[in-house]
């Protein structure tokens, strides 16, 4: 069974980056959708890894940026 994780990083300035990891495909996109309306929706950046790019038995993996408030 795979663990999927979402870690969240605020830096000093206030910045807040979410990584996903363990998910499939577009799964991370999901998985985050709700914690990044939490946040205000301010998406600043989405950067895709190649293993977002795999199938069901693959894993994904996504980076994000939003802005700190």
């Not at 206030?14 to 996903?20: D, E, F, P, S």
């Not at 990891?21 to 998406?43: F, I, K, P, R, V």
């Amino acid at each position: 069974m795979k663990l999927e994780q979402i870690e969240v990083i605020i830096d000093t300035n206030g910045k807040v980056k979410l990584q996903t990891s363990g998910y499939s495909g577009d799964e991370c996109l999901a998985a985050t959708e709700e914690l990044e309306a939490l946040l205000g929706n301010q998406l600043l950046q989405r950067e895709r890894t190649a293993e977002s790019y795999e199938h069901a038995t693959g894993k994904s993996a996504e980076k994000l940026k939003i802005r700190g408030a």
